[in-house]
């Protein structure tokens, strides 16, 4: 199943896409087909365009596989991935489960946490590498049971520290903005990163966020919000 | 590398045995080679190159901090 929604920014036609699927984020693979443009004082201004493409959704109910049959598939794809990189680790996995509609009933996500010495390695600039090894060990383990499971991989806590430097970056900026009246250029990170610049800025009465830049180089950038109701 | 390589290999493919993964070095750069069925190449690729991205990115985050390491993934002749 796919959608191709809009919005005014990228963020947001993805959520008013999830919420008319009513899917959990993990559950889609984002497409963006124009990344829409702020325009100059709304004139130029395009909605942006994404493409949501729905994989085949676990609900624990409809997928015939025993939580313990994912956990175990789960396990194994990831050490096997830390032990062949020679990264003693240990792991914890957990199932956590997410409301959906009622129609396609609830969704497992499951989560992986890696703690070791030498695991940190595995983070990378901005987290990229340990994007890329979730990707590796999301293939991994849909090869292995034959349907997309939701895996989020978190390595040293990484995530949740993340997140918050972020937060504390996206508001000190957006004072910037608004002391200056210039737009603020944030350097490139992955789309998850920039995910939480976009969501904590997003109700902001004075600045909005978009994004610039192709694959490696996309950034976000922080930008007086112009309203066309004036205040 | 050569374990993980064979790892992804197995772990994803249909016939893991047929692949060959060569090495080169070059100073402190070492090339991968991983020769694979024809049929199973996309298997390894995935959705515009997205997985053998992601194979590269691991690689690079995992090897020494003074190697350079970068991954060709071709058809078996």
Do not use: C
Request: glycine fraction near 8%; charge should be neutral; aromatic fraction near 4%.
């Amino acid at each position: 199943m796919e959608l191709v929604v809009s919005g005014s920014t990228i963020e947001a036609a993805i959520q008013a896409g999830l919420a008319q699927l009513g899917v959990p984020r993990e559950a889609v693979e984002i497409e963006v087909l124009d990344p829409g443009s702020p325009g100059f004082l709304g004139i130029g201004a395009r909605e942006a365009r994404v493409r949501l493409v729905v994989r085949e959704l676990v609900a624990p109910s409809a997928s015939g596989l025993a939580p313990e049959q994912i956990e175990e598939a789960v396990a194994q794809a990831v050490s096997g991935l830390l032990t062949s990189l020679g990264i003693q680790a240990t792991l914890s996995i957990a199932q956590e489960t997410v409301e959906g509609p009622e129609e396609r009933g609830n969704y497992s996500i499951w989560t992986v946490r890696i703690e070791g010495p030498t695991a940190g390695r595995l983070i990378g600039r901005h987290g990229r590498a340990l994007y890329a090894f979730q990707t590796l060990a999301r293939a991994i383990v849909a090869r292995r049971l034959g349907t997309f499971i939701p895996l989020v991989v978190d390595i040293n806590g990484y995530r949740a520290k993340r997140a918050e430097a972020l937060r504390r970056l996206a508001l000190k900026k957006a004072e910037q903005v608004m002391a200056t009246g210039r737009p603020v250029e944030l350097e490139p990170m992955p789309a998850a990163e920039r995910r939480v610049i976009h969501m904590t800025l997003k109700d902001h009465p004075k600045v909005t966020t978009y994004s610039i830049g192709e694959g490696e180089e996309r950034r976000v950038v922080i930008a007086m919000r112009w309203t066309s109701e004036g205040d | 590398m050569q374990a993980f390589l064979e790892f992804i290999a197995h772990a994803l493919l249909d016939d893991p045995s047929s692949v060959r993964i060569k090495e080169i070095r070059r100073g402190p750069v070492v090339k991968y080679f991983m020769k694979v069925p024809q049929a199973e190449m996309g298997r390894l690729i995935g959705r515009d190159g997205h997985l053998a991205e992601a194979i590269r990115q691991v690689m690079r985050a995992a090897a020494p901090p003074q190697r350079k390491v970068d991954l060709r993934i071709e058809p078996l002749d």
